[in-house]
Every structure is written in C-alpha cells, then in structure tokens.
C-alpha cells in the first residue's frame, strides 16, 4: 500500500479542516437542544429527564469547546507558525471532543425515543444502540483500521 506522507502544514491543515467538519454539526444539535427548552412538550419530560437533558446541553457545550480550542490556542499561543505540538494537541482534542458528543447525543436519543415510545426501556435501548453506534464508527472502526495498517 502507497502512502503519503504528510508534511507538518498539511497535518496542521487537515486537522482544522476536520474541526470544521464536526462544528456545525455540534451547534446545530445544540440551538436545538435551546429550543427544546422553550417548547411545551418539553414539560412532558419529569424533572429528572429534564436534567438529563440539561446534562446533554452541557455535554454538547464541552465538545464545542474542544473542539474550538485549537483555534483560540493557535491564535494565541503560535500564531504565524505551525508546530508538532499544536498539531498533537489538536488532534487529541478533537479525538475526544467526540466522547461528551457521544454522550450527549445518546442522551438527546433517549429523550426523544421517549417521548415517542412512550416507555423507558425501549428508549434506553435506542439510546444505547446509539451509543454502540458512534463508540464503533468513532472509535472502534478508526482502531480496527490502525491495526491492519500495522
């Protein structure tokens, strides 16, 4: 197998380019988790699931930061210069920007199947297959791959 090695610009390059991928998607699902709030089916949830859903607002909030960061760092700490060390940070927190996205989504899953389902249970198991589901193409799938390249 042919592989390219990257130079460190383009590493740097690459690894905003991937931030911005998964930013939109973390504030749209957080605008919706705002609205949510001021909907009147949201008073059909108890109080506990209204603070599962407060939980997954602030998950939602802690990806968007990590994944933000980068930029705030590199403007502020090395600016005009791409080094090792931005491109290693970045990476690492966008890697895990994605497990409070995981988490926060799963909760938003078990809400919403709740209120369809009208049941805990199936809504739990929705919102656990969910999670199985981006655990395994997040982290899962990416592993798999790096060991078969070894």
């Given at each position: 197998?042919?592989?390219?090695?990257?130079?460190?610009?383009?590493?740097?390059?690459?690894?905003?380019?991937?931030?911005?991928m998964?930013?939109?998607?973390?504030?749209a699902?957080?605008?919706?988790?705002?609205?949510?709030?001021?909907?009147?089916?949201?008073?059909?949830?108890?109080?506990?699931?209204?603070?599962?859903?407060?939980?997954?607002?602030?998950l939602?909030?802690?990806?968007?930061g990590?994944?933000?960061?980068?930029?705030?760092?590199h403007?502020q700490?090395?600016?005009?210069?791409?080094?090792?060390?931005?491109?290693d940070?970045?990476?690492?927190?966008?890697?895990?920007a994605?497990?409070?996205?995981?988490?926060g989504?799963?909760?938003?899953?078990?809400?919403?199947?709740?209120?369809i389902?009208?049941?805990?249970?199936?809504?739990?198991?929705?919102?656990?297959g969910?999670?199985?589901?981006?655990t395994?193409?997040?982290?899962?799938?990416?592993?798999f791959?790096?060991?078969l390249?070894?």
């Open positions: 197998m042919q592989v390219h090695r990257e130079t460190l610009e383009e590493e740097a390059t690459h690894v905003t380019d991937e931030a911005r998964v930013l939109p998607g973390v504030q699902v957080l605008g919706f988790q705002l609205i949510a709030v001021f909907n009147q089916r949201f008073q059909e949830f108890t109080a506990g699931e209204q603070l599962i859903h407060l939980v997954a607002f602030l939602m909030a802690l990806a968007m990590l994944v933000m960061t980068p930029a705030a760092y403007r700490v090395e600016r005009g210069s791409v080094s090792r060390r931005f491109v940070l970045s990476s690492t927190l966008l890697t895990l994605m497990l409070p996205l995981i988490a989504v799963c909760l938003d899953t078990y809400l919403i199947a709740r209120l389902l009208k049941e805990q249970g199936p809504a739990l198991l929705v919102a656990v969910t999670a199985l589901l981006l395994g193409l997040w982290y899962g799938l990416p592993a791959c790096r060991r390249r070894s």
